[in-house]
T-cell receptor
Framework: AQSVTQLGSHVSVSEGALVLLRCNYS??????LFWYVQYPNQGLQLLLK??????LVKGINGFEAEFKKSETSFHLTKPSAHMSDAAEYFC????????????FGQGTELSVKP | DAGVIQSPRHEVTEMGQEVTLRCKPI?????LFWYRQTMMRGLELLIY????????DSGMPEDRFSAKMPNASFSTLKIQPSEPRDSAVYFC????????????FGEGSRLTVL
């Protein structure tokens, strides 16, 4: 069965610093991979998705992620953190042949220090 | 367009009472998902529907939980009888068939069972 593992339940960076949130997936077939963001007291919203096209995927708010099959990874990065990036980030995997249900990782809370 | 609408946003009830959570998906979306979020277990997929038909309810915790989708614009998640361990935020999400993994989430219903 497919799954995702997010390394680090909490990441803290300074404003302007690089953001790196790690995600590794497990899947026997090429997966679809996603990053979602959740701001306090809100639902999740899609940041970006990988669906077997380009391996470097750009999303909203300056975030991007790179699919690396050899490492089974899909890490999320942003060159320069902003205070408004503080939120919880979820990596997710989906297999289209399973009706597209989305399986989420445990989440990583990002804190941004001034 | 209006997003996914959930009600109530907050519910406090006593153990043993019946709880009904409601969801209106985005018009034109033919998949609907119910997720539960807790600190301990993260985001869990409870059940999802395609064209109003339940496809996978393997995540429903036990018989106390039931979900229906009588038409394309309405779904309910019912807990009867409720227990303190059901306390969580329940999210409804919807998507179009063509957009695997691109879920649109409601703002959630925060349930507290005393």
């Amino acid at each position: 069965a497919q799954s995702v593992t997010q390394l680090g339940s909490h990441v803290s960076v300074s404003e302007g610093a690089l953001v790196l949130l790690r995600c590794n997936y497990s899947s026997s077939v090429p997966p679809y991979l996603f990053w979602y963001v959740q701001y306090p007291n809100q639902g999740l919203q899609l940041l970006l998705k990988y669906t077997s096209a380009a391996t470097l995927v750009k999303g909203i708010n300056g975030f991007e992620a790179e699919f690396k099959k050899s490492e089974t990874s899909f890490h999320l990065t942003k060159p320069s953190a902003h205070m408004s990036d503080a939120a919880e980030y979820f990596c997710a995997v989906s297999l289209d042949n399973q009706g597209g249900k989305l399986i989420f990782g445990q989440g990583t809370e990002l804190s941004v220090k001034p | 367009d209006a997003g996914v609408i959930q009600s109530p946003r907050h519910e406090v009830t006593e153990m043993g009472q019946e709880v009904t959570l409601r969801c209106k998906p985005i018009s034109g979306h033919d998949y609907l998902f119910w997720y539960r979020q807790t600190m301990m277990r993260g985001l869990e997929l409870l059940i999802y529907f395609n064209n109003n038909v339940p496809i996978d309810d393997s995540g429903m915790p036990e018989d106390r939980f039931s979900a229906k989708m009588p038409n394309a614009s309405f779904s309910t998640l019912k807990i009867q009888p409720s227990e303190p361990r059901d306390s969580a935020v329940y999210f409804c999400a919807s998507r179009r068939t063509a957009n695997t993994g691109e879920l649109f989430f409601g703002e959630g219903s925060r349930l507290t069972v005393l």
